[in-house]
């Protein structure tokens, strides 16, 4: 079975804390997309990385940045953490095509 | 962008019966899935249909897709207490490489 662990279920930090959230699959995927989940909202896709070192702007950038140093592993950076990006943070990965993802677990992160 | 669109926004209904739940999304698609989330956890894939499909089983889930209506819909047959979960449906857009996902219908199955 395909695994994604996210580092985190649960954090709280403070308003201008640099955050990391990571993320990491055992499959060898090669796409890994990081996204945000807000009730009403659905899910919206902040970046996705399509090989190692790779990275795309999604729908909802702003405020983020990612890294992909290894294959398996992709990092969402918070640069400074505002009260608007509380939310739910979901990593998925998926093999060649970007259908059919596979979800880690999710980190409710609050900022205060 | 949300592409797709669940409705109803939630449904509760009793073990054993049926749910329906549809999906209506706007410009044209490669495939459409649906996926479902547990409360507080990730979403798990269940199901993918493809825009030449018009119906597609798996096990007690049944899909359908319109595509002159721009519409699917999920139906869970002989539901049970282990159904209740958030179902969401994603779309992959002809002219977008990325995934879409509506903000799901949230069902709740009572025994």
């Known amino acids: 079975d395909v695994k994604v662990t996210q580092s985190s279920r649960y954090l709280v930090k403070r308003t201008g804390e640099k955050v990391f959230l990571e993320c990491v699959q055992d499959m060898d995927h090669e796409n890994m997309f990081w996204y945000r989940q807000d009730p009403g909202l659905g899910l919206r896709l902040i970046y996705f990385?399509?090989?190692?070192?790779?990275?795309e702007k999604g729908d909802i950038p702003e405020g983020y940045s990612v890294s992909r140093e290894k294959k398996e592993r992709f990092s969402l950076i918070l640069e400074s953490a505002s009260t608007n990006q509380t939310s739910m943070y979901l990593c998925a990965s998926s093999r060649s095509s970007y259908i059919e993802q596979y979800f880690g677990p999710g980190t409710r992160l609050t900022v205060t | 962008s949300q592409q797709g669109e669940e409705d109803p926004q939630a449904l509760s209904i009793q073990e054993g019966e049926n749910a329906t739940m549809n999906c209506s999304y706007k410009?044209?698609?490669?495939?459409l899935q649906w996926y479902r989330q547990n409360s507080g956890r990730g979403l798990v894939h269940l199901i993918l249909i493809r825009s030449n499909e018009r119906e597609k089983h798996s096990g007690r889930l049944r899909v359908t897709l319109d595509t002159s209506k721009k519409s699917s819909s999920l139906l869970i047959t002989a539901s049970r207490a282990a159904d209740t979960a958030s179902y969401f449906c994603a779309t992959d857009a002809i002219s977008d490489y990325k995934l879409s996902f509506g903000a799901g219908t949230t069902v709740t199955v009572r025994a």
């Open positions: 990385s399509y090989d190692v070192k790779m990275k």
């Open positions: 410009t044209s698609i490669n495939n």
